[in-house]
């Protein structure tokens, strides 16, 4: 049996691609290949398809080149890809009609509120598990129909599809054979009924979006169709399909009921696998789906962030204080502290569990000793004040103590953020050794469908612990230190 999968990595800012073997082992990675990120307008954010599509090509192509292996050598591919984001494309063309809608996006944030006006929160919630945002599809579908005169029109005669980045992806590399998404991408559109695993027609009639327009919804392992053999010389299956921060939960093999993870990337995501129960969650956390496997779905309990490492980003790129992402750890242990600054990074707004869509960043405490140092230190801290907002009320809207949260994605590889992180929390943060956990996961449930492995548990013995921080700081000043951040937080809100 061929043992190796292909996993792609199709992120907010580049494309990846990377070869596993059977040990979950990275045999070969192409260097992350980044994309515009494009805003027409403040608050608006944009991709081109057919930029990104090329970018996820070239990278395959640069994976296989660079390890001496062909595409008779790959098992199955697997996808992973930023969730939320919607591109509408041609069926007979395959060309899109608009740049796609990234998930940071803020312009349907009036339809939101429409919706909120007509009273809609909790039906969406009890259908879709989601709260009313612009963060999801469905609103930014009814956008880009409402925007081009005729085109609701050609999609109720299916000649317009609609999809997250997983389905762009498939259509691509499939010739256009196959219109699909996953269960777990298909729950972050707010127009997908979570329990009677459907599109709701009921949602799809409020937002004026035809049915026709969307893709198949499969179990996140599954045949999802071949790539068309002049792509890479030879066909290759595509057998695994789940959203980002799903399929990190599922690298991260997260398959005991409260079992969580968090995600520090260009937002930060905890996912907490609340098994083949979805909790609706009194504080608004989302109840997603986790991943379908083998005719059963596992949910999940989701608290979005929105800007977690993009906040190290704008240090770097707009203003200037620091040369690489790298120096932001060195810089924040030279101070023992912030000397009084709090960061708020409500760049986009703020998501779980404040769901604030006005809110705006703000920096608080400035005094004259205040250097760049304390600035980028509190860039950090930020970071994990955050996720202690989300894992609080995760807690409790589940019954479930946590005593380990385990971590992957870019910025968990800065010991002054984990270590920080541990102690604001008072528990144990846990790096795999494989930090890899994304990418890894659609690698996971792309060999299961194909038996490379035969089942979770043996997924399970392959994840290995790489480095442990345990808290140091005394209770009494992590609680003083959080105080003072909801102080920031509600000033943030009010601004």
């Known amino acids: 049996m061929k043992k190796i999968i292909l996993a792609l990595d199709q992120g907010t800012t580049s494309c990846r691609a990377i070869l596993f073997d059977h040990s979950g082992n990275m045999l070969g990675e192409a260097s992350a290949q ?197 792509l890479f010389g030879e066909a290759i299956p595509i057998t695994g399909a789940a959203g980002d921060q799903q399929s990190a939960l599922f690298g991260q093999a997260c398959f005991d009921k409260g079992s969580v993870k968090n995600t520090y990337g260009t937002g930060c995501f905890l996912l907490m696998n609340t098994g083949e129960q979805g909790i609706l969650s009194p504080h608004k956390l989302l109840t997603t789906i986790a991943w379908g496997i083998g005719g059963k779905v596992e949910y999940a309990l989701e608290g979005s962030v929105f800007v977690a490492g993009a906040a190290v980003q704008w240090l770097r790129d707009e203003m200037g204080l620091i040369k690489t992402a790298a120096e932001s750890e060195e810089l924040a242990g030279s101070v023992p502290d912030t000397q009084g600054v709090l960061m708020v990074p409500a760049f986009v707004g703020l998501g779980a569990p404040y769901w604030d869509m006005y809110a705006r960043g703000s920096i608080f405490g400035i005094t004259r000793g205040v250097n760049r140092k304390h600035i980028v230190r509190a860039v950090l801290e930020s970071i994990a004040y955050q996720t202690r907002d989300v894992l609080s009320v995760m807690e409790e809207d589940s019954g479930i103590s946590i005593s380990r949260l385990k971590v992957d994605g870019g910025a968990s590889a800065n010991k002054f953020l984990m270590q920080f992180q541990s102690d604001i929390l008072g528990v144990e943060v846990a790096q795999p050794a494989n930090l890899e956990t994304t990418a890894l996961g659609a690698a996971f449930l792309a060999g299961l469908e194909l038996g490379v492995w035969k089942d979770k548990q043996e997924i399970s013995d392959i994840w290995h612990m790489g480095r442990k921080f345990t808290p140091i700081m005394a209770k009494e000043e992590r609680n003083s230190l959080y105080m003072q951040w909801k102080k920031a937080v509600n000033s943030c809100q009010s601004f």
């Open 34 to 230: 980044e994309f515009r990120q494009i805003y027409p307008k403040p608050g608006w954010v944009e991709h081109d398809p057919e930029e990104i599509w090329q970018c996820q090509l070239q990278v395959i192509r640069n994976v296989l080149k660079a390890n001496n292996k062909t595409a008779g050598e790959i098992a199955a591919i697997g996808i992973t890809n930023q969730r939320e984001t919607i591109v509408l494309w041609d069926r007979l063309t395959g060309k899109p009609v608009d740049n796609a809608i990234v998930w940071q996006c803020r312009r349907t944030a009036r339809i939101c509120e429409d919706l909120k006006a007509m009273g809609l929160e909790e039906t969406i919630r009890k259908k879709t598990g989601l709260v009313i945002d612009a963060y999801f599809s469905g609103t930014k579908i009814k956008w880009l129909l409402d925007k081009h005169p005729g085109l609701r029109e050609r999609a109720e005669r299916g000649e317009i599809l609609a999809g997250t980045m997983d389905s762009w992806l498939i259509w691509k590399l499939t010739g256009g054979a196959g219109h699909f998404t996953d269960y777990s991408n298909a729950s972050r559109t707010m127009i997908y009924n979570i329990h009677e695993l459907c599109w709701d027609e009921e949602l799809l009639r409020i937002l004026d979006i035809p049915l026709a327009l969307l893709p198949e919804v499969k179990p996140s392992s599954a045949y999802f169709g071949a790539s068309s053999p002049e």
